[in-house]
Protein backbone atom coordinates (compact mmCIF):
# COMPACT_ATOMS: atom_id res chain seq x y z
CA UNK A 1 0.00 0.00 0.00
CA UNK A 2 1.34 3.33 -0.84
CA UNK A 3 1.43 6.85 0.76
CA UNK A 4 -1.68 7.72 -1.92
CA UNK A 5 -3.64 5.12 -1.31
CA UNK A 6 -3.47 5.34 2.73
CA UNK A 7 -4.12 9.19 2.96
CA UNK A 8 -7.05 8.99 0.97
CA UNK A 9 -8.64 6.07 3.36
CA UNK A 10 -8.00 8.48 6.11
CA UNK A 11 -9.48 10.90 3.78
CA UNK A 12 -12.95 8.88 3.47
CA UNK A 13 -12.86 8.31 6.79
CA UNK A 14 -12.92 12.23 7.94
CA UNK A 15 -15.51 12.19 5.29
CA UNK A 16 -17.89 9.52 6.52
CA UNK A 17 -17.04 10.68 10.37
CA UNK A 18 -17.87 14.43 9.57
CA UNK A 19 -20.99 13.85 7.31
CA UNK A 20 -22.25 11.38 10.41
CA UNK A 21 -21.46 14.14 12.67
CA UNK A 22 -21.89 12.49 15.61
CA UNK A 23 -18.78 13.48 17.31
CA UNK A 24 -18.00 16.69 16.48
CA UNK A 25 -14.39 17.75 14.87
CA UNK A 26 -13.26 13.81 14.67
CA UNK A 27 -13.06 14.04 11.46
CA UNK A 28 -10.00 16.68 11.50
CA UNK A 29 -7.45 14.61 12.98
CA UNK A 30 -8.13 11.96 10.08
CA UNK A 31 -7.73 14.89 7.95
CA UNK A 32 -4.25 16.11 9.64
CA UNK A 33 -2.77 12.90 9.10
CA UNK A 34 -3.78 12.21 5.66
CA UNK A 35 -2.30 15.60 4.69
CA UNK A 36 0.76 14.46 6.52
CA UNK A 37 1.22 10.89 4.90
CA UNK A 38 0.19 12.21 1.47
CA UNK A 39 3.34 14.80 1.89
CA UNK A 40 5.56 12.19 3.05
CA UNK A 41 8.99 12.28 1.41
CA UNK A 42 9.28 8.08 1.42
CA UNK A 43 7.06 4.91 2.04
CA UNK A 44 4.85 5.06 4.45
CA UNK A 45 5.98 1.44 4.56
CA UNK A 46 9.19 2.32 5.77
CA UNK A 47 8.34 4.42 8.57
CA UNK A 48 6.39 1.52 9.74
CA UNK A 49 8.52 -0.86 9.60
CA UNK A 50 11.05 1.18 11.84
CA UNK A 51 8.41 1.45 14.48
CA UNK A 52 8.47 5.49 13.61
CA UNK A 53 4.59 6.02 12.63
CA UNK A 54 4.06 7.76 15.90
CA UNK A 55 6.99 10.37 14.81
CA UNK A 56 4.31 11.43 11.74
CA UNK A 57 3.11 14.77 13.05
CA UNK A 58 -1.11 14.01 14.05
CA UNK A 59 -0.12 10.54 14.15
CA UNK A 60 -1.09 9.99 18.16
CA UNK A 61 -1.58 6.38 19.65
CA UNK A 62 -5.36 5.18 18.53
CA UNK A 63 -4.37 6.56 14.43
CA UNK A 64 -1.09 4.58 15.14
CA UNK A 65 -3.09 1.13 15.77
CA UNK A 66 -5.14 1.77 12.26
CA UNK A 67 -2.51 2.67 9.92
CA UNK A 68 -0.90 -0.97 11.42
CA UNK A 69 -3.40 -2.42 10.41
CA UNK A 70 -3.87 -1.49 7.26
CA UNK A 71 -0.23 -1.72 6.36
CA UNK A 72 -0.49 -5.27 7.74
CA UNK A 73 -3.95 -6.33 6.60
CA UNK A 74 -4.59 -4.71 3.34
CA UNK A 75 -8.22 -3.37 5.11
CA UNK A 76 -9.12 -1.31 8.13
CA UNK A 77 -12.26 -3.05 10.34
CA UNK A 78 -13.13 0.20 11.19
CA UNK A 79 -13.06 1.85 7.81
CA UNK A 80 -15.23 -1.17 6.71
CA UNK A 81 -18.06 -0.29 9.07
CA UNK A 82 -17.73 3.02 8.77
CA UNK A 83 -18.05 2.67 5.18
CA UNK A 84 -21.44 0.61 5.44
CA UNK A 85 -22.78 3.80 7.39
CA UNK A 86 -22.69 5.94 4.32
CA UNK A 87 -23.49 4.99 0.59
CA UNK A 88 -20.48 6.27 -1.42
CA UNK A 89 -22.46 8.56 -3.58
CA UNK A 90 -22.88 10.79 -1.12
CA UNK A 91 -19.25 11.58 -0.09
CA UNK A 92 -19.36 12.36 -3.43
CA UNK A 93 -21.41 15.60 -2.56
CA UNK A 94 -18.42 17.05 -0.93
CA UNK A 95 -16.89 17.57 -4.14
CA UNK A 96 -19.09 20.09 -5.06
CA UNK A 97 -18.36 23.58 -3.88
CA UNK A 98 -20.44 24.87 -1.16
CA UNK A 99 -21.52 21.07 -0.28
CA UNK A 100 -19.85 20.36 3.31
CA UNK A 101 -20.92 17.44 5.56
CA UNK A 102 -24.06 19.10 7.14
CA UNK A 103 -25.36 20.24 3.50
CA UNK A 104 -24.58 16.32 2.02
CA UNK A 105 -26.28 14.50 5.27
CA UNK A 106 -29.30 16.91 4.90
CA UNK A 107 -29.69 15.70 1.15
CA UNK A 108 -29.04 12.26 1.75
CA UNK A 109 -31.25 12.08 4.54
CA UNK A 110 -34.47 14.80 3.42
CA UNK A 111 -34.50 13.75 -0.49
CA UNK A 112 -32.63 10.55 -0.15
CA UNK A 113 -29.91 11.86 -2.59
CA UNK A 114 -26.99 9.59 -3.19
CA UNK A 115 -24.91 10.91 -6.31
CA UNK A 116 -24.43 14.58 -7.65
CA UNK A 117 -26.59 13.52 -10.83
CA UNK A 118 -29.71 13.19 -8.15
CA UNK A 119 -28.90 16.12 -6.65
CA UNK A 120 -28.86 18.15 -9.90
CA UNK A 121 -31.71 17.15 -10.40
CA UNK A 122 -33.53 17.85 -7.58
CA UNK A 123 -31.88 21.44 -7.81
CA UNK A 124 -33.52 21.68 -10.95
CA UNK A 125 -36.69 21.04 -9.56
CA UNK A 126 -36.77 23.22 -6.78
CA UNK A 127 -36.83 20.37 -4.31
CA UNK A 128 -33.78 21.56 -1.52
CA UNK A 129 -34.50 25.15 -1.52
CA UNK A 130 -37.19 24.07 0.58
CA UNK A 131 -35.27 21.90 2.99
CA UNK A 132 -34.38 23.58 6.40
CA UNK A 133 -31.75 26.08 6.37
CA UNK A 134 -31.73 26.10 2.37
CA UNK A 135 -33.22 28.67 -0.08
CA UNK A 136 -33.23 29.35 -3.73
CA UNK A 137 -29.68 31.24 -3.09
CA UNK A 138 -28.45 28.12 -1.88
CA UNK A 139 -30.12 26.05 -4.28
CA UNK A 140 -28.81 28.00 -7.10
CA UNK A 141 -25.30 27.65 -5.83
CA UNK A 142 -25.47 24.23 -5.60
CA UNK A 143 -26.47 23.98 -9.55
CA UNK A 144 -23.33 26.75 -10.13
CA UNK A 145 -20.90 24.57 -8.25
CA UNK A 146 -22.43 21.44 -9.89
CA UNK A 147 -21.31 23.00 -13.23
CA UNK A 148 -18.37 24.10 -12.03
CA UNK A 149 -17.24 20.29 -11.17
CA UNK A 150 -18.41 19.19 -14.54
CA UNK A 151 -16.33 21.67 -16.43
CA UNK A 152 -13.20 21.05 -13.78
CA UNK A 153 -13.40 17.89 -14.68
CA UNK A 154 -13.38 18.58 -18.52
CA UNK A 155 -9.94 19.60 -18.15
CA UNK A 156 -7.85 20.14 -21.24
CA UNK A 157 -4.59 18.61 -22.33
CA UNK A 158 -1.47 21.12 -21.66
CA UNK A 159 -1.02 20.84 -25.07
CA UNK A 160 -4.34 21.89 -26.83
CA UNK A 161 -3.63 25.10 -24.70
CA UNK A 162 -0.61 25.99 -24.53
CA UNK A 163 -0.04 26.84 -28.37
CA UNK A 164 -3.73 28.63 -28.42
CA UNK A 165 -2.63 30.44 -25.47
CA UNK A 166 1.43 31.26 -27.76
CA UNK A 167 -1.36 32.81 -30.13
CA UNK A 168 -3.58 35.21 -28.07
CA UNK A 169 -0.19 36.86 -26.43
CA UNK A 170 1.42 37.21 -29.93
CA UNK A 171 -1.37 39.07 -30.70
CA UNK A 172 -1.73 41.10 -27.46
CA UNK A 173 1.84 42.14 -27.84
CA UNK A 174 1.07 43.48 -30.75
CA UNK A 175 -1.52 46.04 -29.32
CA UNK A 176 -0.34 49.27 -28.73
CA UNK A 177 0.24 50.10 -25.11
CA UNK A 178 1.27 46.85 -24.09
CA UNK A 179 4.47 46.29 -22.62
CA UNK A 180 4.71 42.59 -21.26
CA UNK A 181 2.68 39.52 -21.47
CA UNK A 182 2.78 36.13 -19.94
CA UNK A 183 0.58 33.27 -19.58
CA UNK A 184 0.00 32.44 -15.66
CA UNK A 185 -1.43 29.98 -13.71
CA UNK A 186 -1.55 26.28 -14.47
CA UNK A 187 -0.45 26.65 -18.05
CA UNK A 188 2.51 28.59 -17.08
CA UNK A 189 3.39 25.85 -14.27
CA UNK A 190 3.36 23.40 -17.34
CA UNK A 191 0.39 21.14 -15.29
CA UNK A 192 -0.25 18.07 -17.68
CA UNK A 193 -3.98 19.41 -17.89
CA UNK A 194 -5.07 23.08 -17.81
CA UNK A 195 -8.57 24.48 -16.35
CA UNK A 196 -8.49 27.77 -17.52
CA UNK A 197 -5.85 29.55 -19.18
CA UNK A 198 -4.68 32.77 -17.17
CA UNK A 199 -3.08 35.50 -19.01
CA UNK A 200 -1.86 38.63 -17.97
CA UNK A 201 -0.49 41.90 -19.67
CA UNK A 202 0.96 45.32 -18.28
CA UNK A 203 -0.04 48.28 -19.90
CA UNK A 204 -0.84 52.02 -18.88
CA UNK A 205 -4.40 51.70 -20.02
CA UNK A 206 -6.46 48.38 -19.89
CA UNK A 207 -9.56 49.59 -21.91
CA UNK A 208 -7.88 48.95 -25.33
CA UNK A 209 -5.77 45.74 -24.18
CA UNK A 210 -9.45 44.19 -23.18
CA UNK A 211 -10.89 45.23 -26.49
CA UNK A 212 -8.55 43.79 -28.84
CA UNK A 213 -9.06 40.88 -26.53
CA UNK A 214 -12.30 40.41 -27.02
CA UNK A 215 -12.00 40.79 -30.76
CA UNK A 216 -9.78 37.86 -31.45
CA UNK A 217 -10.59 35.36 -34.27
CA UNK A 218 -10.16 33.13 -31.54
CA UNK A 219 -12.71 34.41 -29.28
CA UNK A 220 -16.14 32.60 -29.27
CA UNK A 221 -17.83 34.86 -26.73
CA UNK A 222 -16.95 37.33 -23.58
CA UNK A 223 -18.61 36.11 -20.26
CA UNK A 224 -17.28 38.98 -18.25
CA UNK A 225 -15.88 42.32 -18.84
CA UNK A 226 -14.71 44.40 -16.32
CA UNK A 227 -12.01 47.45 -15.82
CA UNK A 228 -8.89 45.00 -15.21
CA UNK A 229 -10.71 41.30 -16.16
CA UNK A 230 -11.93 39.96 -19.13
CA UNK A 231 -12.72 36.64 -19.54
CA UNK A 232 -13.71 35.03 -22.95
CA UNK A 233 -14.80 31.18 -24.11
CA UNK A 234 -12.88 30.17 -26.90
CA UNK A 235 -14.02 28.11 -30.10
CA UNK A 236 -12.35 25.21 -28.76
CA UNK A 237 -14.18 25.80 -25.46
CA UNK A 238 -11.47 26.46 -22.93
CA UNK A 239 -11.89 29.18 -20.34
CA UNK A 240 -9.27 32.02 -20.43
CA UNK A 241 -9.21 35.48 -18.09
CA UNK A 242 -7.05 38.29 -18.96
CA UNK A 243 -5.79 40.85 -16.43
CA UNK A 244 -4.40 44.13 -17.19
CA UNK A 245 -2.23 46.08 -14.08
CA UNK A 246 0.60 49.10 -14.81
CA UNK A 247 3.64 47.73 -15.27
CA UNK A 248 4.96 48.89 -11.71
CA UNK A 249 2.55 46.19 -10.33
CA UNK A 250 3.58 43.73 -12.76
CA UNK A 251 5.72 41.34 -11.10
CA UNK A 252 3.22 41.16 -8.09
CA UNK A 253 0.50 40.11 -10.59
CA UNK A 254 2.32 37.42 -12.67
CA UNK A 255 3.38 35.75 -9.31
CA UNK A 256 -0.16 35.80 -7.59
CA UNK A 257 -1.86 34.59 -10.79
CA UNK A 258 1.01 32.13 -11.50
CA UNK A 259 0.08 30.02 -8.34
CA UNK A 260 -0.34 27.37 -7.11
CA UNK A 261 -2.48 28.81 -4.61
CA UNK A 262 -1.03 26.50 -2.10
CA UNK A 263 2.49 28.31 -2.90
CA UNK A 264 0.75 31.42 -2.60
CA UNK A 265 -0.12 30.87 0.83
CA UNK A 266 2.70 29.44 1.76
CA UNK A 267 4.39 32.90 1.15
CA UNK A 268 1.85 34.86 1.75
CA UNK A 269 3.10 33.41 5.16
CA UNK A 270 6.67 34.23 4.75
CA UNK A 271 5.33 37.65 4.32
CA UNK A 272 3.56 37.88 7.62
CA UNK A 273 6.13 36.60 9.41
CA UNK A 274 8.06 39.84 8.51
CA UNK A 275 5.13 42.43 9.21
CA UNK A 276 4.02 42.56 5.48
CA UNK A 277 0.95 41.58 3.37
CA UNK A 278 1.29 40.17 0.18
CA UNK A 279 -1.32 40.45 -2.66
CA UNK A 280 -1.37 40.56 -6.64
CA UNK A 281 -1.10 44.52 -6.72
CA UNK A 282 2.35 44.39 -4.19
CA UNK A 283 3.42 44.17 -1.03
CA UNK A 284 2.08 46.66 2.07
CA UNK A 285 3.46 47.29 5.07
CA UNK A 286 0.81 48.94 7.12
CA UNK A 287 0.00 51.84 4.40
CA UNK A 288 3.07 52.05 2.93
CA UNK A 289 3.34 49.92 -0.46
CA UNK A 290 6.37 48.02 -2.15
CA UNK A 291 5.83 47.89 -5.53
CA UNK A 292 7.49 44.55 -7.26
CA UNK A 293 7.44 45.61 -11.32
CA UNK A 294 9.18 42.12 -11.72
CA UNK A 295 8.65 38.82 -10.30
CA UNK A 296 12.31 38.52 -8.83
CA UNK A 297 11.11 41.54 -6.83
CA UNK A 298 8.65 39.20 -5.09
CA UNK A 299 10.80 36.85 -4.33
CA UNK A 300 13.74 38.86 -3.64
CA UNK A 301 11.84 40.79 -0.70
CA UNK A 302 10.82 37.84 1.19
CA UNK A 303 14.95 36.90 1.00
CA UNK A 304 14.77 34.02 -1.48
CA UNK A 305 15.87 33.52 -5.33
CA UNK A 306 13.15 33.17 -7.87
CA UNK A 307 11.25 29.92 -8.08
CA UNK A 308 10.86 28.16 -11.66
CA UNK A 309 7.03 28.39 -12.17
CA UNK A 310 7.01 24.46 -12.59
CA UNK A 311 7.86 23.45 -8.70
CA UNK A 312 5.45 26.08 -7.21
CA UNK A 313 3.37 23.47 -6.09
CA UNK A 314 4.98 23.81 -2.34
CA UNK A 315 6.16 20.08 -2.62
CA UNK A 316 9.09 21.65 -0.93
CA UNK A 317 10.83 24.44 -3.08
CA UNK A 318 10.16 26.91 -0.55
CA UNK A 319 11.96 25.34 1.64
CA UNK A 320 14.83 24.44 -1.00
CA UNK A 321 14.76 28.05 -2.14
CA UNK A 322 15.25 29.01 1.60
CA UNK A 323 18.04 26.58 1.90
CA UNK A 324 19.83 27.68 -1.65
CA UNK A 325 19.50 24.14 -3.08
CA UNK A 326 17.11 24.74 -5.30
CA UNK A 327 17.69 22.40 -8.44
CA UNK A 328 18.76 23.31 -11.60
CA UNK A 329 15.98 22.09 -14.21
CA UNK A 330 16.39 20.10 -17.34
CA UNK A 331 16.11 22.40 -20.41
CA UNK A 332 14.91 21.43 -23.66
CA UNK A 333 18.13 22.58 -24.74
CA UNK A 334 20.35 20.20 -22.91
CA UNK A 335 18.49 16.97 -25.01
CA UNK A 336 20.65 15.22 -26.95
CA UNK A 337 18.79 12.82 -28.88
CA UNK A 338 15.43 10.82 -28.73
CA UNK A 339 15.41 7.48 -27.89
CA UNK A 340 11.91 6.73 -28.83
CA UNK A 341 10.62 7.05 -32.51
CA UNK A 342 8.61 4.44 -34.82
CA UNK A 343 8.44 4.27 -38.77
CA UNK A 344 7.13 3.06 -41.38
CA UNK A 345 8.85 0.08 -40.07
CA UNK A 346 5.98 -0.39 -38.17
CA UNK A 347 3.39 1.79 -37.26
CA UNK A 348 4.58 5.35 -38.02
CA UNK A 349 3.76 7.11 -40.47
CA UNK A 350 7.30 8.13 -42.14
CA UNK A 351 10.25 6.43 -43.65
CA UNK A 352 13.79 5.91 -41.38
CA UNK A 353 15.14 8.80 -43.72
CA UNK A 354 12.62 11.18 -43.25
CA UNK A 355 12.92 10.79 -38.93
CA UNK A 356 16.57 10.76 -39.03
CA UNK A 357 16.59 13.85 -41.09
CA UNK A 358 14.03 15.12 -39.14
CA UNK A 359 15.88 14.34 -35.62
CA UNK A 360 18.91 15.92 -37.48
CA UNK A 361 17.27 19.04 -38.35
CA UNK A 362 16.13 19.81 -34.83
CA UNK A 363 19.46 19.91 -33.76
CA UNK A 364 19.50 16.34 -32.18
CA UNK A 365 22.95 14.16 -32.20
CA UNK A 366 21.48 10.63 -32.19
CA UNK A 367 17.59 9.08 -32.57
CA UNK A 368 17.17 5.66 -31.56
CA UNK A 369 14.72 4.33 -34.17
CA UNK A 370 12.52 2.12 -31.71
CA UNK A 371 9.77 0.34 -33.98
CA UNK A 372 7.09 -2.07 -32.26
CA UNK A 373 8.23 -5.84 -32.24
CA UNK A 374 5.59 -8.45 -33.63
CA UNK A 375 3.67 -9.60 -30.82
CA UNK A 376 1.61 -6.18 -30.69
CA UNK A 377 -0.98 -7.48 -33.20
CA UNK A 378 0.63 -4.50 -35.39
CA UNK A 379 0.31 -5.55 -38.95
CA UNK A 380 3.91 -4.74 -39.47
CA UNK A 381 5.49 -5.57 -35.55
CA UNK A 382 9.16 -6.72 -35.92
CA UNK A 383 10.44 -9.67 -36.40
CA UNK A 384 14.00 -11.26 -35.79
CA UNK A 385 14.41 -11.11 -39.25
CA UNK A 386 13.24 -7.71 -40.04
CA UNK A 387 14.91 -6.11 -37.47
CA UNK A 388 18.49 -7.62 -38.74
CA UNK A 389 17.16 -5.99 -42.20
CA UNK A 390 16.42 -2.76 -40.71
CA UNK A 391 20.22 -2.37 -39.38
CA UNK A 392 21.10 -2.44 -42.50
CA UNK A 393 19.23 0.21 -43.71
CA UNK A 394 20.23 2.27 -40.67
CA UNK A 395 23.75 1.33 -41.00
CA UNK A 396 23.41 2.63 -44.66
CA UNK A 397 22.01 6.10 -43.26
CA UNK A 398 24.76 7.00 -40.87
CA UNK A 399 27.20 6.29 -43.64
CA UNK A 400 25.43 9.65 -44.98
CA UNK A 401 25.58 11.71 -41.38
CA UNK A 402 29.33 12.90 -39.90
CA UNK A 403 27.25 15.10 -37.13
CA UNK A 404 24.21 13.06 -36.76
CA UNK A 405 23.48 8.76 -35.62
CA UNK A 406 20.92 6.73 -36.06
CA UNK A 407 20.96 3.96 -33.16
CA UNK A 408 18.56 0.28 -33.56
CA UNK A 409 16.53 -0.35 -30.83
CA UNK A 410 13.09 -1.17 -30.32
CA UNK A 411 9.83 -0.77 -28.28
CA UNK A 412 9.21 -4.52 -27.13
CA UNK A 413 6.21 -5.65 -26.13
CA UNK A 414 6.27 -7.15 -22.41
CA UNK A 415 3.47 -10.42 -22.82
CA UNK A 416 0.53 -11.25 -20.36
CA UNK A 417 3.14 -13.47 -17.98
CA UNK A 418 6.02 -11.12 -18.15
CA UNK A 419 8.35 -12.62 -21.25
CA UNK A 420 9.38 -10.58 -23.78
CA UNK A 421 8.31 -11.40 -27.11
CA UNK A 422 11.27 -11.15 -28.72
CA UNK A 423 14.56 -13.77 -27.55
CA UNK A 424 17.71 -12.05 -25.67
CA UNK A 425 19.55 -12.96 -28.28
CA UNK A 426 18.23 -10.74 -30.64
CA UNK A 427 17.59 -8.06 -28.51
CA UNK A 428 21.35 -8.34 -27.18
CA UNK A 429 22.38 -7.31 -30.78
CA UNK A 430 20.37 -3.93 -30.81
CA UNK A 431 21.58 -0.80 -29.25
CA UNK A 432 18.79 0.28 -26.81
CA UNK A 433 15.82 -2.16 -25.36
CA UNK A 434 12.40 -0.48 -24.27
CA UNK A 435 10.20 -2.97 -23.06
CA UNK A 436 6.51 -1.70 -22.96
CA UNK A 437 2.64 -3.12 -21.57
CA UNK A 438 -0.25 -2.35 -24.54
CA UNK A 439 -2.33 -4.94 -23.65
CA UNK A 440 -3.86 -6.31 -20.49
CA UNK A 441 -3.64 -3.19 -18.88
CA UNK A 442 -6.43 -4.04 -16.45
CA UNK A 443 -5.14 -7.10 -14.82
CA UNK A 444 -5.00 -6.61 -11.13
CA UNK A 445 -2.13 -4.97 -9.10
CA UNK A 446 0.32 -8.30 -8.13
CA UNK A 447 -0.09 -9.21 -11.79
CA UNK A 448 0.68 -5.85 -13.72
CA UNK A 449 3.59 -5.86 -11.04
CA UNK A 450 5.51 -9.10 -10.84
CA UNK A 451 4.93 -8.74 -15.10
CA UNK A 452 6.96 -5.23 -15.77
CA UNK A 453 8.84 -6.52 -12.40
CA UNK A 454 9.99 -9.34 -15.31
CA UNK A 455 11.00 -7.70 -17.79
CA UNK A 456 13.19 -5.14 -15.51
CA UNK A 457 15.02 -8.15 -14.57
CA UNK A 458 15.98 -9.29 -18.44
CA UNK A 459 19.18 -7.74 -19.00
CA UNK A 460 18.98 -6.60 -22.09
CA UNK A 461 15.99 -4.49 -21.07
CA UNK A 462 17.26 -0.65 -20.66
CA UNK A 463 13.99 1.32 -20.57
CA UNK A 464 10.22 0.81 -19.23
CA UNK A 465 8.24 2.51 -22.10
CA UNK A 466 5.05 4.62 -20.70
CA UNK A 467 5.25 2.91 -17.35
CA UNK A 468 2.00 3.65 -15.68
CA UNK A 469 -0.27 3.38 -18.69
CA UNK A 470 -2.22 6.10 -18.33
CA UNK A 471 -4.15 7.98 -21.25
CA UNK A 472 -5.39 11.66 -19.86
CA UNK A 473 -8.83 12.06 -19.70
CA UNK A 474 -9.45 8.40 -20.71
CA UNK A 475 -7.76 5.56 -19.08
CA UNK A 476 -6.03 6.06 -15.88
CA UNK A 477 -3.26 4.24 -15.08
CA UNK A 478 -2.44 0.39 -14.69
CA UNK A 479 -2.93 -0.74 -10.70
CA UNK A 480 1.22 -1.20 -11.13
CA UNK A 481 2.86 -1.28 -7.47
CA UNK A 482 4.47 2.28 -8.14
CA UNK A 483 6.86 2.00 -5.36
CA UNK A 484 7.85 -1.78 -5.98
CA UNK A 485 8.38 -0.38 -10.14
CA UNK A 486 10.84 2.44 -8.99
CA UNK A 487 12.71 0.12 -6.20
CA UNK A 488 12.78 -2.68 -9.06
CA UNK A 489 13.98 -0.08 -11.47
CA UNK A 490 16.94 0.96 -9.05
CA UNK A 491 18.22 -2.41 -8.54
CA UNK A 492 18.56 -3.37 -12.01
CA UNK A 493 19.67 -0.44 -13.11
CA UNK A 494 17.13 -0.14 -15.43
CA UNK A 495 15.68 3.43 -16.42
CA UNK A 496 11.92 4.40 -17.04
CA UNK A 497 10.75 6.66 -19.83
CA UNK A 498 8.79 9.81 -18.92
CA UNK A 499 6.98 9.47 -22.17
CA UNK A 500 6.40 13.19 -23.64
CA UNK A 501 3.10 12.54 -25.58
CA UNK A 502 0.67 15.06 -24.47
CA UNK A 503 -2.28 12.44 -23.74
CA UNK A 504 0.45 9.93 -21.79
CA UNK A 505 3.16 12.28 -19.89
CA UNK A 506 3.95 9.53 -18.29
CA UNK A 507 6.01 8.82 -15.69
CA UNK A 508 3.86 11.76 -14.37
CA UNK A 509 5.46 14.89 -11.77
CA UNK A 510 5.11 12.96 -8.74
CA UNK A 511 6.52 9.48 -9.90
CA UNK A 512 9.66 11.82 -11.51
CA UNK A 513 10.72 13.05 -8.15
CA UNK A 514 10.22 10.28 -6.84
CA UNK A 515 11.95 7.86 -9.25
CA UNK A 516 15.28 10.70 -8.75
CA UNK A 517 15.28 10.13 -5.30
CA UNK A 518 15.74 6.81 -5.50
CA UNK A 519 18.54 6.94 -8.18
CA UNK A 520 16.65 5.89 -10.79
CA UNK A 521 17.76 6.87 -14.20
CA UNK A 522 15.10 8.92 -16.69
CA UNK A 523 14.76 9.25 -20.36
CA UNK A 524 12.61 11.69 -21.78
CA UNK A 525 10.69 10.15 -24.71
CA UNK A 526 8.94 11.31 -27.92
CA UNK A 527 7.85 8.09 -29.02
CA UNK A 528 7.16 9.92 -32.29
CA UNK A 529 5.17 8.34 -34.90
CA UNK A 530 5.88 10.94 -37.15
CA UNK A 531 8.09 14.15 -37.98
CA UNK A 532 6.12 16.32 -36.22
CA UNK A 533 5.86 13.70 -32.91
CA UNK A 534 9.36 14.71 -32.12
CA UNK A 535 8.33 18.11 -31.05
CA UNK A 536 6.27 16.39 -28.50
CA UNK A 537 9.69 16.52 -26.29
CA UNK A 538 8.69 19.83 -25.13
CA UNK A 539 5.80 18.93 -22.78
CA UNK A 540 8.06 15.78 -21.59
CA UNK A 541 10.85 18.48 -20.64
CA UNK A 542 7.80 20.19 -18.92
CA UNK A 543 6.80 17.41 -17.25
CA UNK A 544 10.42 16.31 -16.39
CA UNK A 545 10.94 19.61 -14.54
CA UNK A 546 8.17 19.45 -12.62
CA UNK A 547 9.59 16.29 -11.10
CA UNK A 548 12.83 18.60 -10.22
CA UNK A 549 14.84 16.57 -13.16
CA UNK A 550 18.30 18.07 -13.45
CA UNK A 551 20.44 17.15 -16.73
CA UNK A 552 22.09 14.23 -14.41
CA UNK A 553 18.95 12.32 -14.39
CA UNK A 554 18.10 12.21 -17.70
CA UNK A 555 19.65 10.06 -20.28
CA UNK A 556 19.20 11.57 -23.31
CA UNK A 557 20.92 14.88 -22.17
CA UNK A 558 24.44 12.59 -22.80
CA UNK A 559 26.38 12.69 -25.81
CA UNK A 560 25.65 9.52 -27.42
CA UNK A 561 28.63 7.31 -26.48
CA UNK A 562 28.47 8.07 -22.69
CA UNK A 563 24.65 7.94 -23.29
CA UNK A 564 24.95 4.66 -24.39
CA UNK A 565 27.40 4.00 -21.56
CA UNK A 566 24.97 3.98 -18.86
CA UNK A 567 22.62 1.93 -20.48
CA UNK A 568 21.91 -0.82 -18.23
CA UNK A 569 23.42 -3.46 -20.77
CA UNK A 570 26.43 -1.73 -20.96
CA UNK A 571 26.58 -1.50 -17.13
CA UNK A 572 25.91 -4.62 -16.25
CA UNK A 573 29.65 -5.91 -18.18
P1 LIG B 1 -6.47 25.48 -13.36
O1 LIG B 1 -6.96 26.68 -14.07
O2 LIG B 1 -7.54 24.73 -12.64
O3 LIG B 1 -5.71 24.55 -14.24
O4 LIG B 1 -5.45 25.91 -12.20
P2 LIG B 1 -4.81 27.35 -11.90
O5 LIG B 1 -3.70 27.12 -10.96
O6 LIG B 1 -4.51 28.06 -13.15
O7 LIG B 1 -5.95 28.06 -11.06
P3 LIG B 1 -6.89 29.31 -11.40
O8 LIG B 1 -7.08 29.52 -12.84
O9 LIG B 1 -8.12 29.09 -10.57
O10 LIG B 1 -6.15 30.54 -10.74
C1 LIG B 1 -4.92 30.99 -11.25
C2 LIG B 1 -4.00 31.33 -10.13
O11 LIG B 1 -4.53 32.42 -9.38
C3 LIG B 1 -3.82 30.23 -9.10
O12 LIG B 1 -2.83 29.30 -9.47
C4 LIG B 1 -3.40 31.03 -7.90
C5 LIG B 1 -4.19 32.28 -8.02
N1 LIG B 1 -5.41 32.18 -7.21
C6 LIG B 1 -6.66 32.00 -7.68
N2 LIG B 1 -7.53 31.96 -6.67
C7 LIG B 1 -6.82 32.09 -5.54
C8 LIG B 1 -7.15 32.13 -4.16
O13 LIG B 1 -8.29 32.01 -3.75
N3 LIG B 1 -6.10 32.29 -3.30
C9 LIG B 1 -4.82 32.41 -3.74
N4 LIG B 1 -3.85 32.56 -2.85
N5 LIG B 1 -4.49 32.39 -5.01
C10 LIG B 1 -5.47 32.23 -5.90
CA1 LIG C 1 -6.04 28.58 -14.77
CA1 LIG D 1 -8.36 31.41 -14.08
ZN1 LIG E 1 6.28 3.70 -28.92
Request: hydrophobic share 40%.
Amino acid sequence: MDNREVAEILERIADILDILGEVPYKGVAYRRAADQIAHLPEPITEVWKRGELRTIPGVGEAMEKKISELLSTGRLEYYERLKEKVPMGVLDLLAIPDVGPKTAKLLWEKLGITSVGEAEQAAREGRIRVLPGMGARSEQKILEGIEWLRRRSGRIPLADAWPVADEILAALAETPGVVKASAAGSLRRRKSTIGDIDLLVAAVDPEPVMRAFAALPMVAEVSLSGPTKTSVILRNGLQADLRVLPVERYGSLLQYFTGSKEHNVHLRGLAQDMGLSLSEYGFKRGDEEILCPDEEDVYRTLGLPWIPPELREDRGEIEAAQAGTLPHLVEEADILGDLHAHTEWSDGAASLEVMAEAAHRKGYRYLVISDHSQGLGIARGLTAERLREQRAEIQRLNSEYADFTLLQGVEVEIRGDGMLDLPDDVLAELDVVIASVHSGLRQPREEITARVVRAMQNPYVDIIGHPLGRILGQRDETAIDVEALLRVAAETGTALEVNAIPLRLDLDDVHIRRAIGMGVKLAINSDAHNPAGLNAMTYGVATARRGWAEPKDILNTLPAEEMRAQLKRARAK
